[in-house]
């Protein structure tokens, strides 16, 4: 298996600029979440997936920020306009959602390997 | 609401030596715990988890961890460290839904020749 693929890997731009973060999960995988990684801030959920269908996107900074999945092995995540505060890592994981109470060994997250986004 | 706690910002071991890192929780019920290791550029990699059973959980790359309920601890350790064990190593625990994972902030492991 691929793992979690992110692309890109790397994204410079300018601030106003629209960027696009983009997630393919591993096969199989029903569950989808979307991190941020900051010095300041350590590892935040942004928001996550259950199905395709947004479950909690209480971690979604301001509404420059929005989360897509349009099907099982795709996801984007939108950011417009960029500013500077959103340089950091994105991190995008993807796991077995547990199906029954008690089936919580299925809920573990794989990572990818991230996208370092710089906003200048 | 669920906590994870990790002291320790930075450790330096030599190589050779023995690892200890340390990690505690806040959480009303049985938690189900992880260990992730960040290299450098890279994403998190599963290192071990505890979920329930023996309280001594075996890892991938020779680590071990041991959940201690009284304490509230999962620390994570290593009998011999090497250099290619210098990452950054985050503890996290499962929330109440089962989805949610809240990691701490991470202890960055140096290892000296």
């Known amino acids: 298996d691929a793992g979690v693929i992110q692309s890109p890997r790397h994204e410079v731009t300018e601030m106003g600029q629209e960027v696009t973060l983009r997630c393919k999960p591993i096969?199989?995988?029903?569950?989808l979440f979307w991190y941020r990684q900051t010095m300041m801030r350590g590892l935040e959920l942004l928001i996550y997936?259950?199905?395709?269908?947004?479950?909690?996107d209480s971690g979604m900074p301001e509404d420059r920020f929005s989360a897509k999945m349009p099907n099982a092995s795709f996801s984007t995540l939108k950011i417009q306009p960029s500013e500077p505060r959103d340089s950091a890592v994105y991190f995008c994981?993807?796991?077995?959602?547990?199906?029954?109470?008690?089936?919580?060994?299925?809920?573990?997250?794989?990572f990818g390997a991230g996208t370092r986004l710089s906003v200048l | 609401a669920q906590s994870v706690t990790q002291p320790d910002i930075h450790i330096t071991v030599s190589e050779g030596a023995s690892l200890e890192l340390r990690c505690n929780y806040s959480?009303?019920?049985?938690?189900?715990l992880f260990w992730y290791v960040q290299s450098p550029g890279q994403g998190l990699q599963l290192l071990l988890k505890?979920?329930?059973?023996?309280?001594l959980v075996q890892g991938i790359k020779g680590f071990e961890a041991e959940f201690k309920r009284s304490q509230s601890s999962f620390n994570l350790r290593k009998p011999s460290v090497h250099w290619s064990d210098a990452a950054e190593y985050f503890c996290a625990v499962l929330n109440t839904g089962f989805q949610k994972l809240v990691f701490g902030t991470g202890t960055r492991l140096l290892v000296s020749p």
């Open positions: 096969s199989g995988h029903n569950s």
């Open positions: 505890y979920f329930s059973g023996d309280t």
């Open positions: 997936f259950n199905n395709n269908v947004p479950i909690d």
């Open positions: 959480y009303g019920a049985t938690p189900y």
């Open positions: 994981a993807s796991s077995l959602a547990p199906g029954l109470a008690g089936e919580r060994a299925k809920n573990i997250q794989y």
